[in-house]
């Protein structure tokens, strides 16, 4: 696999998004025109508890340069309580990447609601830079694949 | 069997036509014909969501006789119904489509036209890939039931009981006592403006009573309940005779369970016993039901009341939105009753949440009731001490004290939470699907709850959420339809499934069952709502969740990460 250039390191960053809430929200920053990078790829999931951790080691393993999974807040799960194990499993997880010796940093949970457009073209647009600074994921660069 | 795959994508006006460059997309999807299994169909066109568009879609589905579809447009949340629909009219299987969201996504976020092509193309790629993973679903039509089941004859009840059975909807209604009314029944006038209710609510009841469309069970109380929105089967059982029971079939229920008083001989700073003369609000309000007038136990009209606002309310953790009002109700009662009657209420915090209750209070100031706001207020019988706001202390004697004790859950509502499957706040109160968005409804599809059985309120709100309940379950069931269960629900596959059980302590719904014998978890689908969570709860990869399956979510990713 080619080694990209650092200089002009362009992340491929996957994001699970709620059909319920932050689905409606990057439809709500798309409405409103906002400016966001295209580092992103949009998976929708009915609910953030459907992202299950073998999903998210995958499409590491694949060689996505971040991953985002973003949701209801806390209490406005349109399936009650789903967010709550979201949770639960990401901080699995965190551990699993440490474990691993994986950067933890890599991962990212956010909360967005329908109506945070806005926060929504924010995350996003940060964490494509927090990830950018970060600079490939290790996998692609690893003469092991 | 070759494929065939249609690929449309819609210009959306200049939404998308003039930030994607929708040629440069067809050009590159097209480079994925393949000579033997697989043949791609690449189109752009003006407005896929028009009446125009939907007949285009139809007639291309059929006339190259696709296999699959994918539409390059819009949101799922505008769309994706639209296109599910067109594809019921053809001979495509709807999840053998995919619609892919490039406005959003691409046109309207990606100010760079270069950029935004190539991400919708990216995007359109995921989705032919994905396309060709998905599988074929059947909906399954099930015939419904439309009669309803209410679970308490409060005012709760019977409103919803009414409101259901004069849409010639079958209703059988349980209460746990011998009569209807509830607490309502008791009252003599009601807030606001102290109207006399009795006769409405009399008149309520007669009517519930006599009604072809209600059967009126009393002394009966649930036993079980399975089953699920449209289909449930429940047994109520006699209280008196526990060997009668009666099995119900329904297609939605209403709890209407009401409310209890917290125990405010538990407090510590409340003194008394069944000899003294304290009393509760509703023990007043029945008192002045049953002989028109207020008498302390030696059948005298007492000469000073002391009346204390919120007792309980720190112990439950939430006020009870009604006592302030039912309070200065009585307090008024008092003085109509002897003018001449001293009558102190001692308060810390006054809840007038009416439009009519500021006016209410004045009034009943000017009629000489004194209301004294107090830190700290503890009885001894009815000798009251207390602390006023400004430290100040005191301490008098009562002929009578009454005693606003907080709204609580009523008798055996965890149990018949357990029963029902539904889940219960942390005050104790049945807990609403959403506190905002869905105030009525439950996370089970047909059950519903109404009234103080959900949390302090008055008549009128109650009343609201009864007929708000009843006209719910009159749109989701109607007589003679059937009702199409969601499709895209979990399976768990038997090879994988080691029992572990964990599934089921995720599902919010209890969707998913435990089958003894194989020793595995069964998702009853009708009861499934298709959120994934058991999905990722398995331990051993055990269950699907169609359409979104974890092969369907790896084409997708996979594109975005090559
Ligand atoms: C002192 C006082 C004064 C008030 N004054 C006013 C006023 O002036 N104006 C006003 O708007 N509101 C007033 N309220 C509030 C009013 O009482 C309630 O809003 C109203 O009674 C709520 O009706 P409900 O049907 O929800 O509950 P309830 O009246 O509690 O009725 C519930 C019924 O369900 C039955 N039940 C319970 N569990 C079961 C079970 N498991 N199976 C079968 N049946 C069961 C009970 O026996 C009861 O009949 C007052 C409240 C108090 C405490
Ligand atoms: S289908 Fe969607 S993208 Fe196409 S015209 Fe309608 S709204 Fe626009
Ligand atoms: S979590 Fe998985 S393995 Fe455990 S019982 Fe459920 S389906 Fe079976
Ligand atoms: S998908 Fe959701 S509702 Fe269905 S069985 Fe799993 S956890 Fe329950
Ligand atoms: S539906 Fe948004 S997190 Fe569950």
Redesign the pocket.
Known sequence: MDKPNQNEFKPKIVGFLCNWCTYAAADLAGSSKMEIDSALTVIRVMCSSRVDPNLILTIYFNGADGILIAGCHPGDCHYGKGNYFTRRRYAQMKQVFETLNLDPGRLQLSWISAAEGNRYAEVVNAFTEKITALGPNPINQSSLF | MKKKVGIYICQCGPNIADNVDIDKIIESVSAFNDADDLEIVAKPYGLLCSGEGKDYLKQEIEENGLTHLVIGACSPRDHNNTFIGVCKETSLNPYLYKLINIREHCAWIIHDKDKATEKAIQYIRGGLRRVLYQSELFENKLDTNPDVLV???????IEAALSLADADRQVFL????DR?????AT?K???PKQQDAVEAIQLKIQTVQDHPHIQVMLN???DRIIGFLGNFEAEVRSIDDAEKMTELKIGAMVV????S?YDASTHPDFIFSGDDEVYT??QI?QMIAEKNQVTTRSGKAPKSVAMIHCVGREEVGYCSQ??C??MI?LAARFKTQSPDTTVKVFFRDLCLPHQDDQAFYNEIKAQGVEFVRVNRIATEGSQIKFTTMDENEGSELFDMVVL?PA?IP?D?TPD?ATKLGISLHETGFFQEAHQAINPVATATDGIFIV???HGP????A?LLQAQAAASKIRVQLIPGEQIVPEVRVSETLEAFCMGCKTCLEVCHYGAIVFDEDKGISVVKEAVCRGCGNCVGSCPSGAIQLKHFTNPQLYQEMIEAVQ
């Open positions: 679970i308490g004859g409060g005012i709760a009840g349980i209460e746990k006592t209807l009314g509830g607490k309502a009252f006038t009601v807030l009966t109380r649930l209407a369970s009401g409310f008083l609000a509703l309000e009604i006592c009002n039912a109700k606003a709204m009523a055996g018949l009234g103080t059985a309120r008055g008549i009128q109650t």
